[in-house]
Nanobody
Framework: QVQLVESGGGLVQPGGSLRLSCAAS????????MSWFRQTPGKSRELVAS????????NYGDSVKGRFTISRDGPENTLYLQMNSLKPEDTAVYYC?????????WGQGIQVTVSS
């Protein structure tokens, strides 16, 4: 059973930075798409960024373009999200998702709070 574990969240002041990590419990399985989502109370889960493993193609939500960067450590199947110039509206629970051809795996979520 594959498990994803997020880390790196917490409280940061506006304008600050955080780096989220998402580590898989299994190092060798055929991931096709790696993504970060976020969710606030009363709202649906929103795509933050995604990475196509085969091509390296990247996609970002409009609200984070130019501020967030998604990347991966291929051999370790670890996903990162570098978040710069954070704003209060970035406050949310952040989730990573790994997709294979057969199914999707979600992390448990990690809180990011941007506040002075």
């Amino acid at each position: 059973q594959v498990q994803l574990v997020e880390s790196g969240g917490g409280l940061v002041q506006p304008g600050g930075s955080l780096r989220l990590s998402c580590a898989a419990s299994v190092s060798r399985f055929r991931i096709t798409l790696m993504s970060w989502f976020r969710q606030t109370p009363g709202k649906s889960r929103e795509l933050v960024a995604s990475l196509v493993v085969s091509s390296g193609g990247l996609n970002y939500g409009d609200s984070v373009k130019g501020r967030f960067t998604i990347s991966r450590d291929g051999p370790e199947n670890t996903l990162y999200l570098q978040m710069n110039s954070l704003k209060p509206e970035d406050t949310a629970v952040y989730y990573c998702k790994f997709a294979t051809l057969a199914r999707e795996y979600w992390g448990q979520g990690i809180q990011v709070t941007v506040s002075s």
